[in-house]
């Protein structure tokens, strides 16, 4: 079945030049030119990805994401963000606010299909080990094993993360962070050892886009434990798991 993305643009030009580009490549589009609009047909049928432009009159992109992450059926759905070149802050924000990657305008279609196969690879292994069809499988059938690290549990088959017992939300590109940090405590990962855990492909991302993933996981963790502080820095070097 293929692949539904969905496009949230204020301007029409873009909406249907990157349409085109994506059912080219044997995608299907919904297109929005108006945040409302969107928030109501995806919080009702999500899309197995999302591009919002950040820019828009009324409500822009990171208050339909926002809305979006509040909870429902498009809570973990995975999005990026179109970001204006000479806006940096935008890109950090729009992080923060739970994308899972950004590009800037003007972009090459190019590069934005390959960003979006590249994080729906990573969504589709998630949806794969959660859905019915998968607790339902053989009895035989091996799962991947439990990820324990102190107060800190990850079921990479089910897509789950625990703190102390207490369930803590990771979209995809965050709990690859993770695990690469949680399965060697104590190892120090440089930002250029996390890009290649999380952007698998042959795509150019800015280093500094792992230090808002970072960042992100941490108000997660502390939302539930004011006193989270498992994931350490080093600057200059790099991050790791505290070895407990």
């Known amino acids: 079945m293929s692949q539904v993305i969905a496009l949230v643009d204020d301007d029409r030009n873009i909406l249907t030049s990157v349409s085109i580009a994506l059912q080219s490549e044997g995608f299907v589009t919904r297109v929005y030119s108006e945040a409302p609009t969107a928030l ?14 950040i820019k828009m009159p009324g409500m822009d992109g990171m208050e339909l994401l926002r809305h979006l992450r509040e909870g ?5 759905m995975p999005v990026i963000f179109l970001t204006s070149k000479d806006e940096e802050q935008d890109e950090a924000l729009g992080l923060a606010m739970g994308a899972d990657d950004y590009i800037a305008k003007p972009f090459s279609q190019r590069l934005l299909i390959a960003r979006i196969r590249a994080i729906l690879r990573r969504a589709d292994m998630v949806r794969l080990t959660t859905g019915s069809d998968v607790d339902a499988a053989a009895p035989d ?5 439990l990820l324990e690290r102190g107060r800190l549990v990850m079921d990479p ?3 789950k993360v625990l703190w102390d017992g207490r369930p803590v939300t990771l979209t995809v590109t965050e709990f690859l962070i993770l695990e690469a940090l949680a399965q060697r405590p104590g190892v120090v990962k440089s930002r250029n050892q996390l890009l290649d855990v999380a952007y698998q492909d042959d795509v150019y991302v800015d280093d500094r886009t792992i230090d808002s993933h970072i960042k992100r996981v941490r108000r997660k963790f502390r939302s539930v434990d004011s006193d989270f502080d498992a994931i350490e820095t080093l ?6 798991f505290g070895d407990e």
Do not use: I, M, W
């Open 40 to 53: 109501k047909a995806l919080s009702e049928n999500p899309a197995d990805l999302g591009v919002f432009d």
């Open 72 to 76: 429902g059926p498009a809570a973990l």
């Open 141 to 145: 059938e091996e799962e991947q094993p």
């Open 157 to 159: 088959a089910r897509h």
């Open 235 to 240: 600057y200059g070097v790099g991050y790791r």
